[in-house]
């Protein structure tokens, strides 16, 4: 489990680590995004959007290509 953990949350620091923010040590992201910002280009991936706000949970199932199609969605 512990290897399981360390797989997840350094997926979501490498994220938020790319996005010029501080790495929290959670496997969850919550990131604010702009007004302007359209949902349709998260097509294909596994989030939650909501607010403005936008939800990953990285799992054992993700890998770092799946940090390189989100930040690609995100850098629009």
Not at 14 to 43: C, M, N, W
Not at 61 to 74: C, P
């Amino acid at each position: 489990m512990g290897a399981i953990n360390a797989h997840n949350v350094e997926l979501a620091d490498t994220l938020l680590t790319e996005l010029d923010q501080e790495p929290t040590g959670s496997a969850i992201v919550s990131l604010a995004v702009p007004a302007e910002f359209d949902p349709a280009r998260l097509d294909g991936l596994a989030t939650a959007y909501r607010a403005g706000r936008l939800r990953v949970g990285f799992h054992l199932y993700n890998q770092l290509d799946d940090v390189a199609k989100l930040l690609a969605a995100l850098r629009g």
